[in-house]
């Protein structure tokens, strides 16, 4: 007998999972989607502790680096929470071709002032509140859903780029290559785009779908599950006894770009 959750890897690999994304949404109404206002925190002290080790370890100085040398290092750079990703989410990645690489997560560097020691901390879609790809996309194959994830509809999608050029975050990239090509493993549980259509952190849409089907209280994306630190929370924002709305209730958090009013869901914890 097939278990419950063979059939929804089954579900999550039909052709309509491939084409819309929305097969995988087949016991989850609308109605029940609105329950859920997915969000995360960013807690960047320990964002920056995990990288400062992973440097470290590697004898670098970020420091001394010359701009170039610096951007290539972040460009490549693959703690736990982007490596998880890549695996996860099949996402090609093409290190000696920066124009032709991909990613749903990428590391940023920042401080405060010239004299202040760097920060770092992932950088993903904002799932925003107010989307500017979604308004901008002539074809609506970039969508919100209920529960605030904004999705890619891999048939509408017909590669305009205009839905990157409209992100203020620099969330998305292209896939101008065959991703099948250049992928380490495939995960059988999330479709395989193809080449010509840009690719986003959905928050693992597809793993929150398939655990909240089956029955778990607190889904979470997989950069989350594998985070060592522990400086990703994720959660309902709608629960207020989620600790996601918590902290964004009691502590300083900040949202990227703010002042465009596209209020990401995404905040930013000691930054």
Known sequence: MTSRREFLVLLATSTAAIATGKAMQTSSTDVDLSKYEWSMVVQVDKCTECINKMLEKQGIKFEELSLDKQNELLRNLRPPCVKACDLANNVPRMPDNPRFDCYMIRIIAAKATEDASW???????????????????????????????????????????????????????????????????????????????????????????????????????????????????????KDPNSEVSKIVRTSKVVRLRAGLGTEPKVFYHDL
């Open 119 to 237: 920060r770092f901390f992932p950088l993903m879609c904002q799932e925003c509140e107010h989307p500017a790809c979604v308004e901008v996309c002539p074809t609506k194959a970039s969508y919100k859903r209920p529960d605030g994830i904004v999705v890619i509809d891999l048939h509408r999608c017909i590669g305009c780029r205009y839905c990157m050029v409209a992100c203020p975050f620099n969330a998305r990239t292209f896939t101008f290559k065959d991703p099948l090509e250049h992928l380490e493993k495939i995960n059988p549980e999330v479709p395989i785009r193809k080449d010509g259509v840009p690719m986003k952190c959905e928050f693992c849409r597809w793993l929150i779908d398939m655990e909240r089907c089956e029955g778990v209280k607190n889904p979470k994306p997989v950069c989350v599950q594998v985070c060592p630190y522990n400086a990703l929370v994720f959660g309902n924002l």
